[in-house]
């Protein structure tokens, strides 16, 4: 993947959900190193707000709908709530007017679970909002599998 061809295969997109993982994994142990200072009811709300606002709004309008097009506002609410960015902010905000503390790593914990365990990314417009095989991905992955790759052709 690169600027000019922003389309993953399946071993670059193996690649990130190992990246991803490895990062889950730290601070799963991170979490684990410091479980009796985790203020749980803190921890469980971060973890949860995620896809409270996030994820169910889209997931139910999505089945309310059945196959079809839910509004963007719900992809976007998804892409805001699951990025790292945002969950930084969050985590920044909280140490700030809180206090820094172990609770905040369920928002890692929660994205790159998402990320590595099954494979969740930000959710583009022009594709089902629950997961679903494009068709163009579809033939994307038969043309390319196909196709005949030279280097510097």
């Given at each position: ?24 994994v730290?601070?799963?142990?991170l ?20 896809d ?14 059945g ?5 963007r ?18 985590a ?17 914990i ?23 095989e ?5 033939r994307f992955?038969?043309?390319?599998g196909?196709?005949?790759?030279v280097v510097g052709?």
């Amino acid at each position: 993947m690169d600027a000019k061809n922003r389309f993953e295969t399946r071993t670059t997109f193996l690649l990130s959900r190992a990246e991803w993982f490895a990062f889950l994994v730290t601070s799963l142990v991170l979490a684990y190193q410091h479980l009796s200072e985790i203020r749980w009811p803190v921890f469980i709300a971060m973890f949860t707000v995620i896809d409270l606002i996030g994820y169910l709004p889209g997931a139910l309008a999505h089945r309310r709908r059945g196959a079809g097009r839910v509004p963007r506002g719900y992809y976007v609410a998804y892409n805001t709530m699951h990025s790292l960015v945002t969950a930084g902010a969050v985590a920044g905000l909280w140490a700030l007017l809180v206090r820094p503390e172990w609770a905040l790593l369920a928002l890692p914990i929660h994205l790159m679970g998402d990320r590595a365990l099954f494979g969740n990314t930000f959710k583009p417009f022009g594709v089902s909002f629950e997961p679903s095989e494009h068709p163009a991905h579809f033939r994307f992955q038969r043309q390319y599998g196909e196709a005949e790759h030279v280097v510097g052709a």
